[in-house]
C-alpha cells in the first residue's frame, strides 16, 4: 500500500482546511488509518484514527471537538476535516496505515506499517 498525503496550505486561525490521504496499491479493508502531525522541534503527534471496516474513529485530545476524519471507500481515500484551526495546529501532516493494530494502539506512530510523505498546514494567527 502506498500513501499521498495532499490538501495542505495556508489559513488563517479560526478557518478551515481539508487535507486527504489517498492510497493505492491495495484495499485499505481491515486497515486503520492514522493522522500524525510534527511541528519543528517536536515530537510527532497523534491526531485522530480511523478503522476501515467499522469507520470507528479516535481522536487526541488537543483536536477533539474540532477535527473529523472520514473515509471514502470508492475513492479509497481518508479525509481529515480541520475546523476551528489554532496557530499551535501549524505542523507537517502525516497519514499512515497499518493493519497489525488493535484499538488501545492506534495512537502509536510505531505501530503503522506505511506512510505518506506528509503536507504542511500553517495557520496564521
Known amino acids: 500500500v502506498q500513501l499521498q498525503a495532499f490538501g495542505g496550505g495556508l489559513v488563517q486561525a479560526g478557518g478551515s482546511l481539508r487535507v486527504s490521504c489517498a492510497a493505492w496499491?491495495?484495499?485499505?479493508?481491515?486497515?486503520?488509518i492514522g493522522w500524525f502531525r510534527q511541528a519543528p522541534g517536536k515530537e510527532r503527534e497523534f491526531v485522530a484514527a480511523?478503522?476501515?471496516?467499522?469507520?470507528?474513529?479516535r481522536y487526541g485530545d488537543s483536536v477533539k471537538g474540532r477535527f473529523t476524519i472520514s473515509r471514502d471507500s470508492t475513492k479509497n481515500t481518508v479525509y481529515l476535516q480541520m475546523n476551528s484551526l489554532k496557530s499551535e495546529d501549524t505542523a507537517v501532516y502525516y497519514c499512515?496505515?497499518?493493519?497489525?493494530?488493535?484499538?488501545?494502539?492506534?495512537?502509536?506512530?510505531?505501530?503503522?506499517?506505511?506512510w505518506g510523505q506528509g503536507t504542511q498546514v500553517t495557520v496564521s494567527s
Open positions: 499512515a496505515a497499518g493493519r497489525q493494530i488493535i484499538t488501545s494502539t492506534q495512537t502509536m506512530a510505531a505501530q503503522y506499517d506505511y
Open positions: 496499491g491495495g484495499t485499505l479493508r481491515d486497515y486503520f
Open positions: 480511523i478503522r476501515w471496516n467499522s469507520q470507528h474513529t
